[in-house]
């Protein structure tokens, strides 16, 4: 009799599964560019719904054709730069040397953080003298939700994203034009291209074994006191212990998650162009500028998203760029 073999149920690779400690999530890893922009941007699950485009990439097996696609819309009010934030090389990694905070903030960025009275110009002058051992510099950016209406909050979300370039004099300059201003999506993205996006996952709260890792059910005389949602064996008598290995109950949902090239099929400020009728369920009509990204993305409806420009992208992957959408989908979802 041949051996049965199967793949281990579940995955180690995100343990432990426990709750992500704030919704506002950010990156810790940033993509090389040569271009001196923000190498990111952040906005508001706004829903899912689908479009029918036609397909003209040349290597495509469905070249020629209407394709079906699902799609996520995210809603992506002007974000403002708060500060900038300047980072030199250490032993054990970045550090940062000093940063410059603007007084042009909006009177809810108070609810977040204390608001400076005073703009720090010498801080500019020490990022200039010290020029020489800078590695980074980096914008502090925060969100405008008191603008969207499906998101029922004032306070705002802040989020640190990296100025890409390769001359560091020419990444202080842009520093400078943009310290205060409000940047649109398209400053940062164009319709095309990849992105990796980030946010913190539905909760599903405290599950069992079978939900969570997946496992099979006991059998009929397998399973002791007509227990069958439940893990065979813990582990053996001695050592007498239970390995962290073991699939069983507990926090399931509410993680932190990436999912990497994501790509960017519209941009547009009009919102009422893919606003089902009687707007998305849980989160109204989308009144700003808003980008749809094809597929799924991590998170419920009104959840933080962070975006980044991609950090694993295949050069020979062929976008939908060129391909006319001839359908979006506008039905009612209530």
């Not at 950010?26 to 485009?53: C, D, H, N, Q, R």
């Not at 890409?164 to 300059?173: F, Q, R, S």
């Not at 913190?200 to 074994?209: D, Y």
Request: hydrophobic share 35%; glycine share 10%; proline share 6%.
């Amino acid at each position: 009799m041949p051996k049965i073999h199967r793949p281990k149920r579940g995955s180690l690779a995100f343990s432990p599964r426990k709750r992500a400690k704030k919704e506002r999530v950010g990156f810790k890893t940033w993509p090389e560019s040569s271009e001196t922009k923000l190498l990111g941007f952040a906005g508001y699950k706004a829903g899912m719904t689908y479009i029918v485009f036609n397909d003209e990439r040349k290597n495509s097996i469905t070249a020629g054709s209407n394709v079906f696609c699902p799609v996520t819309i995210i809603e992506t009010p002007n974000i403002r730069v708060a500060g900038i934030r300047a980072y030199t090389k250490a032993y054990d990694g970045l550090k940062p040397l000093t940063e410059v905070c603007t007084t042009n903030l909006e009177e809810d960025v108070g609810r977040r953080i204390p608001i400076p009275k005073n703009k720090n110009i010498e801080d500019f002058a020490k990022i200039e003298d010290n020029i020489g051992i800078i590695s980074e510099i980096r914008a502090i950016i925060y969100t405008k939700p008191f603008l969207v209406k499906g998101v029922p909050k004032k306070s705002p979300d802040i989020m640190e994203i990296k100025i890409g370039g390769d001359d560091i004099n020419d990444i202080l300059e842009y520093s400078k034009r943009i310290l205060g201003k409000d940047l649109n999506i398209r400053d940062i993205f164009s319709e095309g291209e990849f992105i990796d996006v980030s946010a913190v996952t539905v909760g599903k709260g405290i599950q069992g074994a079978v939900k969570r890792w997946g496992i099979i059910l006991q059998k009929r005389k397998q399973g002791r006191g007509g227990k069958k949602r439940h893990t065979g064996n813990l582990g053996p008598w001695f050592p007498s212990r239970v390995r962290w290995t073991v699939p069983m109950a507990g926090q399931m949902g509410y993680h932190k998650r990436t999912e990497y090239n994501k790509e960017i099929l519209k941009i547009g400020d009009k919102g009422s162009e893919i606003t089902p009728a009687g707007g998305f369920v849980n989160y109204g009509i989308v009144n700003n500028s808003y980008i749809m990204v094809k597929g799924s993305i991590p998170g419920p409806k009104k959840r933080f998203i962070a975006m980044r420009k991609g950090i694993r992208i295949n050069p020979n992957r062929q976008s939908h760029l060129g391909s006319p959408i001839e359908y979006i989908s506008l039905e009612s979802q209530q």
